[in-house]
């Protein structure tokens, strides 16, 4: 095993050394980019303000339920049954409102995409340029964890595979 990473260490530095290959950091670029910078803020702003709103109702529903365990034995069962209706409707309601704001297609996500979205589509596109401008065969993008961000299409094989498949 050991010697098959060896082998495969070596053929990834020759082939890499025949290309041209590029390192950025997407992050240090968008940390140094005001607009993102202020993009990031109002988000942060907006997700505190819901999640203070969040917190309201939390504190509001706990305080029925107390209310409801202090009540519980002097009411009669139809009360009983009322009590844990409007509970169980004001958790749904909280929920409800999480996903609004926080779900998958929340607020959070659209704002994100309304506001970030953009200024990435920009870099992204200013690293296609230098890398197309320049003849990078490849672009890595240290953030994070490293990922692809630009491959010349010259070095695209997939629909070769494919052929070869018999796809």
Known sequence: MRAFL?????LLTVSLSAQKVGCVDTKYILDHIPDYKSAENKLEQMSNEWQKEIEVKKVAIEQMYKNYQADKILLSQEMRLKKEQEI?????????LQEKYFGIDGELIKQREKLVKPIQDKVFAAIKQMAESKGYNLIIDKAGSTSVLYISSKNEHSNDILKQLGY
Do not use: M, N, V
Request: proline content about 0%.
């Open 6 to 10: 060896i082998i495969f260490s070596l």
């Open 88 to 96: 169980e409707q004001a958790e749904k309601e909280l929920q409800d």
